[in-house]
């Protein structure tokens, strides 16, 4: 009787419960009061200003107010930052007209206000499933418009942050867009891919991915896969607090936008593909990369899995 | 799609201060409550977007009877519904509403 | 069989009570039928769940007991390490059960709110935390559950003093059934449970208020009356009313012949009826036409529910016979997912020390 | 077209274009007036998948290094990124994003980066391959896409024909060069009765806009009303904040 479509999100009317709160359940807008200073948040085209999506209508579907994105500014461990929100219970957080051009604006914002008055680092908290099929072709471009802004922000000495670990991970364009971020902070829940196992078994056959088997699911996509191969900078455990602690640790430690990095991840990810090449499973990657018990590293508790030692090329630089 | 307005008179002013807020998520089986303090006193106003249409005499009976219970004068609550159930819709506007008692 | 062997490790159905044998070739997939994720549960549930507790397994002190399998019985599993020790009825209420193994129990027997647990049968990857907790689960010398179905059918029916769970639809008599149009499903032991057993002479405190409850006759000949209690959201999915005027199983008896509409528990043995809106205490009404308005007055905005004569319900809930959260001191914006002792299948592990298996469909990890 | 016709069009003065690896494509060509351009590209409708990627983003990379400022153009025929348990496995969201990233480091360091679908392109390959450059061409047997219109029916529970209808009205999501025109996404449509080579010139010659424009070009191409306001109204906001 589970159905994953009807999780029930969070309601937190006390504040002060905020840091504590799941990520996984938290609205978008809970999220962003425990990430940052407490009362520090302002919202740029806030949910009054009613600027909604005008495609839904003719799909017979009733919008948001913020079009599923919250996005401001705010301060984090007293450091001024940009951060933008997706709420991935709303069409699954996917990425439409104006929910893209608000990133978008936000995005341009950091990189036209970079330098010492500017923004210290961007946030994204990512809970998407990618495009938004009503408006596919708006929310496809929007995306590409976000890379390239994403990129710019880099450029300008902005890190730029993607924290995942909602209902809707990130997928499609949306993990294209966390893996052109400067570090990337996920939790258990977390699943990082383009394709969704659902459409992989549509066109390809269960045999290829059987989707209801969610142990697999997240072997292929999940966090933990992701972090022991240098997919994720931070695993983090599942409270908000967990994801602003890895967040302040990690803006200091961004790499630079530049040829050298993308050499480096280049290298990176070719002797990836040579070591890891011909696996089907998380379980043969981690015997390979010499892990002891492979077969239990998705079943067992957070604090156990943090004491893995990553493999070797799993933390670095090259993003 | 159904979008409606359900008007009311309240016996006094909503408490608090606070001009906005907005709570639950457009979801399956939920709904998001966007209220503001913009009307005169004695009045208050729900309008509705829904996804799902022929609900209308429930929602109004529902409607009432928040106002009713929880007299929020001065207040406009706007809904995007996703389908929700009576039970929530209830649950949903008081929640709002008690959001804006903070002062 | 999953597999013909030499020596199977235990007997559970001697080999002569066996006609035919089928090797399947692979194993039979065995449905997680008790396991209710946590992840689910709503903030309406939660609510309906902190009236019962207060409202009901406090007002009575019910220590044994049977929950149904909805989502409302699971919300009060979840509820008890927490609103139940707040309220500080930690072994005053919800010690004995007979119940299958629920995962959604396990922190309230983490928690040390539970002596002793018969189960029905087992649950899908249950085993190795039912071994761990030999003390409170009944097992047998290696460790697993033992075939205790009629011996949990006869305790559900005279050792219980309550029985609660959902229904998908009630009338105003209060008789409920699980058959709705395009869904006919059988109702396991809740026939059983949710009956009061007229042979029943041993008495525990529950047993006897609800048993003055429903009398006015000399107090030392009234006999007791066990808990029958339904909990139940007004709307059902889509939006379909659960209370109706008339069964739909009434209909489908006729259109199949039956000689017997498939009713689940008959309103004669309901006691209480909760709903997001309070309980309706069954018990204290005098007549059908007071049932009648007690049932509307808790139904909600379900044609039933504003059909109600207002007046009516008003009296009753002057006289106790409704409830609403409010009466019991209960906030219903209080009613929070915060509340849970555990909201997800991966904190059930966690409670259960790694313990608990869940079935891949449920994981999110 | 086929990728000879192409090749022959676009580069009368001369190419070199090696047939690699997982279907993909790389060498170099003369342009008159922008002298050599390398090409790099992915031919045959070849899903784009972690080893394709990693090749073309290798050739783009080297061409930075290399210095200079000599254009570079992607040839584009794919299908969708390819759509495997494995590719998923190893990261392809890293693969295609790194493959993006390349194209945009050679476009910052001064390489005129443009894009030429002659073929089909959707989803995640349309965005890393197609989207990526600053300018992107559709020629003749272009078919750029999100996602076709009858997995959008699937999901939107619309009848295909309704969308069919829908999609004469709006742009906004249906598959197609004029769409994808209209909103800003495709730079330019060339004509097979063009002289494609003189085309290619003028374009490479052309300073890419300075930033993206795309959402200036949907809103004057009326493909696309909202993105540009709304993108401007949250930096006034952000800049109205500022300092706070």
């Keep these: ?319 | 799609m159904e979008q409606f307005q359900v008007r009311g008179a309240a016996k006094e002013r909503a408490r608090g201060s606070r001009l906005e807020a907005i709570t639950g998520v457009n979801a399956s089986g939920n709904l998001e409550v966007l209220v503001e303090r913009v009307l005169p006193d004695r009045e208050c106003l729900v309008e509705v977007a829904t996804a799902v249409t022929g609900f209308r005499e429930i929602w109004e009976a529902v409607i009432q009877e928040f106002f009713e219970r929880s007299s929020p004068g001065g207040l406009r609550f706007s809904i995007n519904d996703g389908g929700a159930r009576p039970d929530t819709v209830t649950l949903r506007l008081m929640q709002s509403a008690r959001l804006m008692e903070a002062e | ?365 | ?244």
Excluded at chain 3, 88 to 112: F, R
């Design chain 1, 1 to 319: 009787m589970t159905n994953p479509a009807q999780t029930q999100a969070a309601n937190l009317s006390n504040q002060s419960q905020l840091p504590d709160a799941d990520w996984y359940e938290a609205y978008a807008r809970d999220r962003v009061a425990g990430l940052l200073d407490p009362d520090t948040f302002v919202e740029f085209i806030g949910p009054e200003q009613r600027v909604m999506s005008p495609h839904l209508a003719q799909f017979d579907l009733t919008g948001a107010f913020d079009d599923g994105v919250v996005v401001g500014r705010g301060r984090l461990d007293g450091q001024k930052v940009f951060i933008a929100a997706q709420q991935g219970w709303f069409l699954g957080g996917a990425f439409g007209e104006v929910h893209g051009a608000k990133v978008l604006g936000l995005l341009r914002a950091a990189r036209d206000s970079a330098g010492k008055d500017g923004p210290r680092a961007v946030l994204l908290l990512l809970d998407t499933g990618g495009v938004r099929l009503q408006e596919a072709n708006a929310g496809e471009l929007a995306i590409s418009e976000i890379i390239g802004a994403i990129l710019e922000v880099r450029n300008a000495g902005v890190p730029v942050l993607a924290l995942v670990g909602g209902r809707a991970g990130a997928f499609g364009g949306g993990g294209i867009i966390t893996a052109c971020c400067s570090r990337i902070i996920v939790s258990k829940h977390a699943r990082v891919s383009v394709t969704g196992p659902e459409v992989i078994e549509t066109n390809k056959g269960v045999e290829e991915f059987d989707s209801k088997d969610r142990a697999l699911v997240w072997r292929v996509c999940g966090a933990r896969t992701r972090y022991l191969t240098g997919g994720a900078d931070r695993y983090v455990k599942g409270t908000i607090k967990d994801f602003r602690e890895a967040a302040i640790a990690l803006i200091p430690h961004a790499p630079p936008f530049e040829l050298a990095t993308l050499k480096a991840e280049q290298k990176r990810l070719a002797d990836r593909l040579q070591q890891f090449g011909d696996c089907r499973d998380a379980t043969e990657i981690w015997r390979k990369a010499g892990l002891s018990e492979p077969e239990r590293i998705a079943d067992i508790a957070d604090d156990a899995f943090l004491a893995i030692a990553r493999p070797k090329g799993a933390d670095h630089d090259a993003r």
């Design chain 4, 1 to 244: 077209m086929t990728l000879d016709e192409v090749l022959a069009s676009l580069f009368p003065s001369g190419h070199a274009v090696e047939r690699g690896r997982s279907g993909m494509l790389h060498g170099s060509g003369k342009v008159d007036g922008q002298g050599d351009v390398t090409i790099v590209g992915i031919a045959g409708g070849t899903p784009l998948g972690v080893d394709g990627a990693i090749l073309l983003a290798d050739r783009v990379l080297a061409a930075v290094e290399a210095g200079g400022r000599a254009p570079i153009v992607v040839l584009v025929d794919t299908a969708s990124q390819n759509m495997a348990r494995r590719d998923e496995l190893l990261g392809l969201n890293e693969y295609l994003a790194h493959l993006a990233k390349s194209l945009a480091l050679a476009a910052a360091c001064g390489h005129r980066t443009a894009s030429i679908l002659y073929g089909p392109a959707a989803a995640g390959a349309f965005i890393a391959a197609a989207l990526s450059s600053r300018s992107l061409v559709a020629l003749p047997g272009a078919q750029p896409s999100v996602m076709d219109l009858p997995s959008i029916s699937r999901v939107t529970k619309l009848p295909l024909e309704d969308l069919k209808k829908l999609a004469k009205t709006t742009p906004i999501f249906a598959p197609g060069v004029e769409p994808l025109f209209a909103i800003g996404a495709v730079t330019e449509i060339w004509a097979a009765s063009e002289p494609l080579a003189l085309r290619l010139s003028a374009l490479l010659g052309k300073p890419a806009a300075d930033g993206d424009a795309r959402d200036r070009i949907g809103l004057e191409r009326k493909g696309r009303l909202l993105a540009q306001k709304i993108a401007e109204r949250v930096a006034a906001e952000a800049a109205a904040n500022a300092g706070k």
């Design chain 3, 1 to 365: 069989m999953n597999e013909i062997v030499d020596k199977v490790p235990r007997v559970d159905i001697p080999g002569d009570q066996v006609d035919f044998i089928v090797e399947a070739g692979k194993p039979f997939y065995v449905e997680p039928l008790f396991t209710r994720d946590p992840a689910s549960v709503t903030e309406n549930q939660i609510l309906m769940g902190m009236t019962a507790i207060k409202g009901i397994y406090a007002e009575y002190g019910v220590k044994r007991l049977n929950h149904g399998i909805g989502f409302p019985t699971a919300a009060i599993e979840l509820l008890l390490p927490t609103y139940g020790e707040q309220l500080g009825l930690k072994g005053k209420i919800a010690t004995h059960w007979a119940l299958n193994p629920h995962p959604t129990l396990i922190p309230a027997i983490e928690s040390g709110w539970v002596e002793q647990i018969h189960c029905f049968g087992s649950e899908v990857g249950m085993d190795d935390y039912m071994i761990a907790r030999s003390d409170v689960y009944f097992t047998g010398h290696d460790g697993t559950l033992r075939s205790n179905r009629l011996m949990c059918q006869t305790a559900g029916l005279y050792a219980c003093d309550m029985f609660i769970g959902s229904t998908l639809q009630i009338d105003l008599a209060g008789n409920s059934s699980t058959v709705t149009p395009g869904r006919i499903a059988g109702f396991g032991g809740a026939p059983n449970m949710g009956s009061d057993a007229h042979g029943r002479r041993h008495p525990t405190a529950a047993w006897l208020k609800a048993g003055r409850e429903a009398s006015d006759g000399p107090k030392e000949l009234s006999r007791g009356r066990k808990l029958v209690v339904q909990i139940l959201e007004t709307f059902g999915e889509k939006n379909k009313p659960n209370f109706v005027e008339t069964l739909d199983s009434v209909a489908m008896a006729k259109e199949l012949n039956f000689e017997l509409a498939p009713i689940m528990i008959y309103g004669d043995d309901v006691t209480h009826i909760v709903t997001e809106e309070g309980i309706a205490n069954l018990l204290l009404c005098r007549s059908a036409a007071e049932r009648e308005q007690a049932i509307r007055g808790v139904a909600g905005f379900t044609d039933v529910g504003r059909k109600r004569d207002r007046k009516a319900v008003e009296a009753l809930r002057q006289r106790g016979v409704i409830r609403r959260p409010e009466d019991l001191g209960i906030d219903a914006l209080a009613a929070n997912r915060q509340l849970l002792a555990a909201r997800s299948i991966e904190d059930l592990v966690t409670w259960s020390g790694d313990l608990y298996r869940p079935p891949s469909k449920f994981r999110n990890w």
